[in-house]
């Protein structure tokens, strides 16, 4: 039974795997004018759909909308119950059908074409009634569905939904979308902070550890543990960078060094330490430690010591 299950499993993702392969054969002239089409439009890309359908095109207006195309969903069922009144005149509108022949669709488009929208098919049956009335075809034909009863859309709407991303990305390429407008859109979880979030919003620069080079190993140890960073920075009187002293330099010190206290920052510190502008992305500030397999980062602007980042700081805000 189990090697049935596997089986079966492993059966499906080939099929589907194979009809997105032949997809590719689908992408010319007629992509293009789509994607031109969208792309020219000063209004937006109204997609919509039936049954499966209609969730596949949920899925694309959400993509759209977070790599900068508006867009929207409109459910084809409601459509012709009062929600055509969502297409405005220098709208697009995108219609997803496998077969094209769906009695709802057949009421549709020809609202849609007298309204004078440009009207583009995402459809797997190019003989079908929404192809032959729309104006840009985009053929998702497959040769057969992952379904033992070759009926439930599977690998038809796995075939819609790539051929929506290829709409999608081809369209962040002609936006010149960057991931700082990638950014914009999702400014939540853990990905808007990876893509937002700076230096200056994680480190405290109340709590910036700091002693002079003329500093004695216990003001040392004061200043690294009641500052709980890690590390302490070692200055000059005008607040420039001398420094760095971490757990690991004092420790190491101890090993060496039978008069410990005798030391003063300046035997200890390491010179040019890592340092990065407040205004930098935390997750540049994360490459850099990683690059140089350091747990602490010295924050500055314009040379000036403003305090020190941690590793775990940059745990704790989810950019890990």
Same mark, same amino acid.
């Given at each position: ?146 379904? =033992? &009863? ?5 690998? /038809? @709407?796995? %075939?819609?939904? !790539? ?107 390491? =010179? &040019? ?5 407040? /205004? @930098?992305? %935390?997750?540049? !500030? ?35």
């Amino acid at each position: 039974m189990d090697a049935k299950i596997i089986a079966t499993a492993k059966q499906t993702i080939a099929l589907e795997a194979a009809a997105l392969h032949q997809l590719q054969d689908f992408i010319g002239d007629s992509f293009v004018e789509a994607v031109q089409t969208i792309h020219q439009s000063i209004g937006r890309l109204v997609v919509t759909g039936i049954g499966k359908s209609a969730i596949i095109a949920q899925k694309i207006v959400s993509t759209l909308n977070s790599t900068g195309t508006p867009s929207l969903f409109m459910h084809a069922a409601d459509a012709i119950h009062g929600d055509l009144g969502m297409i405005q005149k220098q709208d697009v509108v995108l219609v997803i059908s496998k077969s094209g022949e769906s009695p709802e669709i057949k009421v549709l488009v020809p609202l849609i074409k007298n309204f004078g929208n440009p009207l583009i098919a995402i459809t797997g049956n190019l003989k079908g009634y929404l192809a032959l009335q729309s104006h840009i075809v985009l053929n998702t034909t497959v040769s057969q569905e992952a379904c =033992p &009863n070759n009926l439930a859309p599977t690998t /038809s @709407t796995t %075939a819609q939904l !790539a051929m929506g991303d290829a709409i999608a990305v081809s369209l962040m390429e002609l936006n010149g979308f960057k991931p700082q407008d990638f950014a914009k859109f999702h400014p939540g979880g853990n990905l808007g902070k990876r893509l937002f979030l700076k230096v200056s919003d994680l480190y405290n620069k109340d709590n910036a550890p700091k002693v002079l080079e003329g500093a004695g190993f216990k003001e040392i140890i004061n200043e690294i543990s009641s500052k709980m960073l890690g590390a302490t920075a070692v200055i000059s009187s005008n607040n420039e960078i001398l420094g760095i002293i971490t757990d690991g330099d004092l420790r190491r010190n101890l090993e060496k060094t039978e008069n410990i206290y005798s030391l003063l920052a300046k035997d200890i510190y390491s =010179p &040019n330490p890592k340092t990065i502008e407040e /205004s @930098t992305l %935390a997750i540049d !500030a994360l490459e850099i430690m990683r690059t140089y397999d350091i747990s602490q980062v010295i924050v500055v602007q314009n040379k000036e010591y403003l305090g020190i980042l941690h590793l775990h700081q940059l745990v704790q805000e989810g950019i890990i």
